[in-house]
């Protein structure tokens, strides 16, 4: 692991590096950035999704007909690796149900169907008025309570980030997509609370240093964020541009471009001693500890070429789409695909019913003239383009072809696991490969695989200790009959075994016919006299039972 000094070194000697390839895009974040941010009325219903990062579904804690508070938990996380969910404003409960989500898939999951009430009324908060004397397990507790994750696209739980102790943190404010503006509006709206979860985070992180990444085309920011720092003296923090290259945003590049290192294959930030987080989810761990909110609401950009007033807004976690875009007088003749995220790594959506969820950083509304594609998909030329722009330096024209003849093992050895999906590949097909979707499949595939080789590794391991528990019963049943057997062949042994059962039996009580306990101890003499006299008469008293019948 390299050290801090080192690491801030290239910084402080201007010598930004560059990653490979990369893509100059034509930016729309103007149309959005127009218009200041907006804060929506509430919709007529939330649908609040139980399922982030990857798949991890959260438990639901409610019933339908249930009344909620706002901020209180709806849903709890069953794996290390999920998420708390909280009602983002105070309703009833309608229906769990499952229903298409905001996610890479849109596939089905749990949805909690919230009415809203209208009275926004909180459920009891903590706040803490001294967050600096909290210990970092303390701090990183509470962050996971508040149920936050990564806001920038891939919704890892914050929280999992900062289990040891970092170098450097990196806020990534540079927002690579050509359509995406939340995190600009972010950082010219609350500024302050920005810095403030800055400071939270290095804290938890036990990092000194802190850089606040933003793109080189964003001036305006840098000029307030800067003033801030000044003004109210927040140490280790600088704010840096960054060349507007995409995908320049992505986690691993602008690792590389500020600290000129690589994560290696495979690996993570932190193995470089680097945490990277987003401006939102500073933003939100700053609110969570200062203000006991919980993660329920996120900015989101809504633009789009249908979309007649682009802009930001502050929407609740749950807000349907179709509320959004009415307020930004979209164009719902001409929409053609709905996409969550930038035109580059954003995926379509089957529906405008569905909910924003904690990852939703944009709306993108296209028409069909902009998503035609310009001309038949051909096979691969081989040409070399998607080679020469790949970020992460693979070759995705191998990658497809051993993906296409379903050698996916092959594919894994050349690292398709190492693609951060970006698409750059795609955009400068001549052939109009989607090569992304390809990925994307051989990704899950190979997970499928790996899941079924554990399951059935596991199976293996029951089995063999299985046999190798019923190995040892019989050993040891072995045993004892071994040593049983030399016990009775000894004389000594034999007597004394005789001894002892017939002293149990003596001591042991019999059982009657109806149930009864009977001595079995020796008649005493005058009972034997008593049962003599009783014969002689002729008056002898027949038990009850089978053996009296008269036949």
Request: hydrophobic letters at 35%; glycine letters at 8%.
């Amino acid at each position: 692991m390299v050290g801090n000094s080192e690491t801030i070194s290239y910084v402080d000697n201007g010598k930004l590096c560059q990653f490979h390839g990369g893509l100059i895009l034509e930016h729309h974040k103007c149309d959005s950035m127009a218009r200041p941010l907006a804060h929506p009325l509430l919709p007529e219903y939330l649908r609040v999704s139980l399922r982030l990062n990857r798949g991890n579904v959260s438990k639901p804690v409610v019933n339908t007909g249930d009344k909620v508070l706002k901020g209180q938990v709806i849903a709890v996380p069953d794996t290390p690796r999920g998420v708390y969910v909280h009602a983002p404003t105070s309703g009833i409960i309608m229906e769990i149900t499952q229903r298409p989500v905001a996610s890479p898939d849109a596939d089905l999951a749990p949805v909690v169907c919230i009415r809203p009430d209208g009275k926004d009324q909180w459920a009891p908060r903590q706040a803490v008025t001294e967050p600096f004397s909290l210990s970092r397990q303390e701090l990183v507790q509470r962050i996971r309570e508040a149920g936050i994750v990564g806001m920038g696209g891939a919704g890892f739980p914050t929280h999992i980030k900062y289990q040891k102790p970092a170098e450097l943190l990196i806020i990534n404010g540079a927002e690579c997509e050509p359509y995406i503006s939340c995190d600009e509006r972010l950082m010219l709206d609350y500024p302050h609370e920005l810095l403030q979860g800055t400071r939270l985070l290095m804290h938890a992180s036990g990092a000194k240093e802190a850089i606040i990444a933003i793109e080189d085309q964003v001036g305006r920011v840098r000029s307030v964020l800067e003033k801030i720092i000044r003004e109210k003296h927040y140490p280790g923090i600088r704010v840096l541009k960054v060349p507007t290259i995409y995908p320049a945003g992505g986690e691993k590049q602008l690792i590389k471009v500020l600290t000129c290192q690589e994560v290696p294959s495979g690996g993570i930030p932190m193995d470089l001693g680097i945490v990277v987080q987003n401006t939102g989810t500073a933003k939100a761990v700053r609110d969570a500890i200062f203000e006991g909110m919980p993660l329920i609401q996120r900015i989101v950009t809504v633009t789009g070429d249908v979309v007649g007033e682009p802009r930001n807004f502050e929407a609740l976690i749950g807000t349907p789409f179709r509320h959004l875009l009415s307020l930004t007088h979209t164009d719902d003749e001409r929409l053609h695909r709905l996409v969550v995220g930038g035109p580059m790594m954003g995926y379509a959506m089957p529906e405008v019913g569905i909910g924003i969820d904690k990852t939703s950083n944009c709306l993108l509304a296209l028409s069909e003239e902009i998503t035609r594609h310009h001309g038949p998909l051909m096979p691969c030329i081989r040409c070399g383009e998607c080679v020469n722009v790949c970020p992460q330096e693979l070759l995705p024209h191998q990658l497809h072809w051993y993906i296409k003849g379903e050698n996916l093992e092959m594919a894994r050895e050349h690292h398709v696991f190492d693609c951060i999906e970006c698409g750059a590949c795609a955009w400068v097909c001549p052939s109009q490969i989607k090569l992304v979707d390809y990925y994307r499949y051989a990704k899950a595939e190979l997970r499928y695989l790996d899941y079924k080789k554990a399951k059935a590794e596991r199976a293996r391991e029951r089995h063999e200790k299985h046999d190798r528990r019923l190995e040892r019963l019989k050993a040891e049943r072995a045993a004892r009959r071994k040593r049983h057997t030399q016990r009775l062949k000894d004389p000594t042994a034999a007597r004394e075994n005789i001894a002892a059962t017939l002293e149990r039996l003596k001591q042991k009580p019999a059982r009657s016919s109806a149930g009864e306990t009977v001595s079995v101890s020796p008649e005493s003499d005058k009972e034997k006299d008593n049962t003599a006299k009783t014969r002689a008469n002729g008056t002898e008293t027949i038990p009850s039972g089978k053996d009296n019948n008269p036949a």
